[in-house]
């Protein structure tokens, strides 16, 4: 089965380039391209076999590309993610109205609940390691003669795998370790859950502190209401010690959902939560009675698309004392992300925080620099990451982004080999298929002086030249936009070249210019132009 990195090296096909129009084109002007390139690739204008089998090639491209572009919902699909979202599963059960911001974050659920069977078809592992660190030693007095002493504070480990029995059914398997101090303990749980109809079913045995069981489910009441409780029992050498828990969550518009959770047990407590996530912006605020104490917080995010960053402002307030918390995280691959956050507070003062999320394996490194707030460790706490991220991503992301971005190219050229060699093929059928209108093109513009390709190149260009073409990663494509020409006009749009008829990919990746030599009015032109610019002559 392919993975889903082989999925996004799939070369994709731009259907405007194809007809080339504008995104913004009109019926009448897909309308228009398409029936002057059926008037070109359409098999009953060929009489030979050869050129009739090409015909169907390159009819059948057209007549694809025409069907997207004149279907408004298949088009806004099409505008919204791509090609890909026309293959996506679920699309029947989308109303055609929709918006294409509503069509985007339909793509991205129906593309997340692919994934989810992806991950249920393995063992869909899940993990966190945190490991607290004291530094405390560093900004408080010590002696002048012994270096300040850095120690792990403590450790813990959690680690989950969930393994499909039948579409319904499956078993967790869950356990953690603890390390503080030279002590340690642990546990290890097994649960197996069960589907029903607007639910789920779920019974736990485990050991650790006591053999412990449980008995969880949830339900769908609403379509806004969802309600999730159980009970545990953990048998200890003191007694049994009983736990119940519940929360409700309710839908409260489309981007707020609220919640109220209730835990009787050793700690019992009362929360409120209210979530409140938008595509720019998160707010989170809660309130919570309990045992040992009570306190009120509100964390804002605000994410910054564009940057693929995350900035964080949390507060806290209760019994305990207070905190504040600010911090960023940045995203540095599909799957993987940073965050630093200082922490602030009373009784527990200047933490820096590190947390690396790597799928669903997170990685989290608090150090503790002060146990008061001191200026100096607020100071270097905001700095320190700064420094290091920029060390960082110098000296050991920016090379490994470049040698994967050179491996990414080398799998999708092996990935796209056979397509890749197929438009080849293809660009050479439509050169074959073109002749004769090449030249009743030709003759038009002769006759009225006006634009006349004499050469045009596309591909790249050898290392340290504007001009020089590589041989090997270019190629003549003088017939192909000649029978672009309309009126002695040529204009081409903002997106790669190769997606054009009688055009295709000579190298992967590269950087890759178009030459056009011409004559118009007699007069002689040189234009160069990048691959994704537009154009527009005379």
Request: charged fraction near 25%.
């Given at each position: 089965m392919?993975?889903?990195?082989?999925?996004?090296?799939e070369?994709?096909e731009n259907?405007?380039?194809?007809?080339?129009?504008p995104?913004?084109?009109?019926?009448e002007?897909i309308?228009?391209?398409y029936?002057k390139?059926s008037r070109?690739y359409h098999?009953?204008?060929?009489i030979?076999?050869?050129?009739?089998?090409?015909?169907?090639?390159m009819?059948?491209?057209?007549k694809?590309a025409y069907e997207?572009?004149?279907d408004?919902?298949?088009r806004a699909?099409?505008?919204?993610?791509?090609?890909?979202?026309l293959?996506?599963?679920?699309?029947?059960?989308?109303?055609?109205?929709?918006?294409?911001a509503e069509?985007r974050?339909?793509?991205?659920?129906?593309?997340?609940?692919?994934?989810?069977?992806?991950?249920?078809q393995?063992?869909?592992?899940?993990g966190?390691?945190t490991?607290?660190?004291?530094?405390?030693?560093?900004?408080?007095?010590?002696?002048d003669?012994?270096?300040?002493?850095?120690?792990i504070?403590?450790?813990?480990?959690?680690?989950s795998?969930?393994?499909p029995?039948t579409?319904k059914?499956?078993?967790v398997?869950?356990?953690?370790?603890?390390?503080?101090n030279?002590?340690?303990?642990?546990?290890?749980v097994v649960?197996?859950?069960?589907?029903l109809?607007?639910?789920?079913?779920?019974?736990c045995l485990?050991a650790g502190?006591?053999f412990?069981?449980?008995?969880?489910?949830?339900?769908t009441?609403?379509?806004?209401?969802t309600?999730?409780g159980?009970?545990?029992?953990?048998?200890?050498?003191?007694g049994?010690?009983?736990?119940?828990?519940?929360t409700?969550?309710?839908?409260?518009?489309k981007?707020t959902?609220?919640?109220?959770?209730?835990n009787?047990?050793p700690?019992?407590s009362m929360?409120?939560?209210?979530?409140?996530t938008t595509?720019n912006h998160?707010?989170?605020t809660?309130?919570?009675?309990?045992?040992?104490?009570?306190?009120?917080?509100?964390a804002?995010?605000?994410k910054?698309?564009?940057?693929e960053l995350?900035?964080?402002?949390?507060?806290?307030?209760?019994?305990f004392?207070?905190?504040?918390?600010?911090?960023?995280?940045?995203?540095?691959?599909?799957?993987?992300?940073v965050?630093?956050a200082?922490?602030i507070?009373?009784p527990?003062?200047?933490?820096?925080?590190?947390?690396?999320i790597?799928?669903n394996?997170s990685?989290?490194?608090?150090?503790h620099?002060?146990e008061?707030?001191?200026p100096?460790a607020?100071?270097?706490?905001?700095?320190?990451?700064v420094i290091?991220w920029?060390?960082?991503?110098?000296a050991?992301m920016?090379?490994?982004?470049?040698?994967?971005?050179?491996?990414?190219?080398?799998?999708?050229k092996?990935?796209?080999?056979?397509?890749?060699?197929?438009?080849k093929l293809?660009?050479?059928?439509a050169i074959?298929?073109?002749?004769?209108?090449y030249?009743?093109?030709?003759?038009?513009?002769?006759?009225?002086?006006?634009?006349?390709?004499t050469?045009?190149i596309?591909?790249?260009?050898?290392?340290g030249?504007?001009?020089q073409?590589?041989?090997?990663e270019s190629y003549d494509?003088t017939?192909?936009?000649?029978?672009?020409?309309?009126?002695?006009k040529?204009?081409?749009?903002?997106?790669?070249?190769?997606?054009?008829?009688g055009?295709?990919d000579?190298?992967i990746g590269d950087?890759?210019?178009?030459?056009?030599?011409?004559?118009?009015?007699?007069q002689?032109?040189?234009?160069?132009?990048?691959?994704?610019?537009?154009?527009?002559?005379?």
């Amino acid at each position: 089965m392919a993975s889903e990195n082989d999925s996004d090296a799939e070369l994709e096909e731009n259907y405007y380039t194809f007809l080339n129009l504008p995104r913004d084109a009109t019926t009448e002007q897909i309308n228009t391209a398409y029936r002057k390139q059926s008037r070109i690739y359409h098999p009953d204008k060929h009489i030979d076999p050869e050129s009739k089998k090409k015909a169907e090639i390159m009819f059948n491209r057209t007549k694809r590309a025409y069907e997207v572009l004149s279907d408004p919902h298949k088009r806004a699909i099409y505008d919204s993610v791509g090609e890909k979202g026309l293959k996506t599963e679920g699309w029947e059960i989308v109303h055609r109205t929709k918006t294409p911001a509503e069509i985007r974050e339909e793509y991205e659920r129906l593309a997340q609940a692919a994934a989810e069977r992806r991950l249920q078809q393995r063992t869909n592992p899940r993990g966190n390691i945190t490991i607290n660190v004291n530094a405390t030693e560093i900004f408080a007095p010590y002696d002048d003669t012994e270096m300040p002493r850095v120690e792990i504070g403590s450790m813990s480990i959690a680690q989950s795998i969930e393994a499909p029995i039948t579409r319904k059914d499956l078993i967790v398997m869950s356990g953690n370790l603890y390390s503080s101090n030279g002590t340690g303990s642990g546990g290890f749980v097994v649960a197996g859950r069960r589907l029903l109809n607007k639910g789920w079913l779920e019974l736990c045995l485990g050991a650790g502190n006591g053999f412990l069981m449980g008995l969880k489910g949830g339900r769908t009441l609403s379509p806004k209401l969802t309600l999730n409780g159980g009970t545990n029992l953990n048998f200890r050498d003191s007694g049994v010690i009983p736990a119940l828990f519940s929360t409700l969550a309710v839908q409260l518009d489309k981007h707020t959902m609220g919640s109220l959770t209730l835990n009787a047990g050793p700690q019992s407590s009362m929360s409120t939560q209210i979530d409140r996530t938008t595509e720019n912006h998160a707010w989170n605020t809660s309130f919570v009675i309990g045992t040992p104490h009570m306190y009120v917080g509100i964390a804002y995010t605000r994410k910054m698309l564009e940057n693929e960053l995350k900035l964080k402002l949390a507060v806290k307030a209760g019994t305990f004392g207070f905190m504040g918390e600010y911090g960023v995280e940045k995203k540095v691959s599909k799957y993987s992300s940073v965050l630093a956050a200082v922490s602030i507070g009373v009784p527990s003062g200047v933490i820096l925080k590190f947390k690396i999320i790597r799928s669903n394996q997170s990685y989290v490194f608090p150090i503790h620099l002060s146990e008061e707030i001191v200026p100096a460790a607020v100071f270097y706490a905001s700095v320190t990451p700064v420094i290091a991220w920029f060390f960082v991503k110098k000296a050991i992301m920016d090379p490994m982004e470049a040698e994967r971005k050179s491996i990414e190219v080398e799998r999708t050229k092996r990935q796209n080999e056979q397509r890749l060699a197929a438009k080849k093929l293809e660009a050479s059928a439509a050169i074959h298929l073109m002749q004769r209108t090449y030249q009743r093109i030709m003759n038009e513009e002769l006759e009225r002086r006006g634009l006349i390709i004499t050469r045009a190149i596309y591909g790249c260009v050898n290392a340290g030249s504007s001009t020089q073409f590589n041989p090997d990663e270019s190629y003549d494509v003088t017939v192909p936009l000649q029978c672009l020409v309309k009126d002695s006009k040529l204009q081409l749009y903002e997106s790669s070249k190769s997606d054009l008829p009688g055009f295709y990919d000579p190298s992967i990746g590269d950087d890759k210019i178009l030459r056009i030599e011409y004559t118009y009015n007699n007069q002689f032109n040189v234009v160069n132009i990048k691959d994704n610019e537009a154009l527009k002559l005379p």
